[in-house]
């Protein structure tokens, strides 16, 4: 069985829970809580390889406490990182992101490879109201080598699930590459000390 976790990260109210949540049942549910950390777990099958899938969801008021950046980039396989192109102030804090995870997985990995990263554009019907162009977000995207999307988590089931899946595929292989070379007790530790928080099943 393989194990993939992702961290899920972005401004406030750009729709991460929403995103989660229409990958993991489906629904677009509206509204979500957002005063706590949730750690989201299924296992599922993406071409026909079997894995425990956990995403986190980290809490906004939290985001600088307790579970750090230099944290999750350890504990994490992969990054979905969440603007709403509606709001370019949330693409500029998604771009800020973007570069301390590149930094922060540099540091810790003392090496030139590459966060597995996927950058979103969320909200995509609210196009008139568009303050991001798509075509500057894929260029960044490219630059940083993360992988890109616009998407509506309110209209495209569809769209969204294709979504993680890209992700999961492309993670799938890195974490293999990365738990070579970092122990898995450490893992489990740092799992442990660092999300002593709310587990959902969904
Ligand atoms: N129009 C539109 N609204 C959306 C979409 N996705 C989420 N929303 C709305 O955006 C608001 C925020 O969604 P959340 O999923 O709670 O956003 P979040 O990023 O998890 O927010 P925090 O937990 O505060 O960080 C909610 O009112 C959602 O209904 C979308 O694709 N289109």
Redesign the pocket.
Known sequence: MNDVKVV?L?????????????YLTKR???????NSDSLYRKRLSVDGRQMNLEIF?P??QLREGRTGLGDQVQWADGFLI?Y?I?DKASFLAAQSLVYRIKESHQELYKSDAHPMLCLVG?????CHAREVEEEEARLFALECRAQFCE??????STEVSAMFARLLRATLEYSRDRRRHSGSKSMAKLINNVFGKRRQSV
Do not use: P
């Open positions: 899920v972005g401004s406030d109210n750009v729709g991460k829970s929403a995103l989660i949540v229409r677009f549910i509206g509204e979500y809580a957002s969801d809490c906004s969440v709403d509606s969320n909200k995509q019907d609210l998407l509506s988590a309110a209209e495209q």
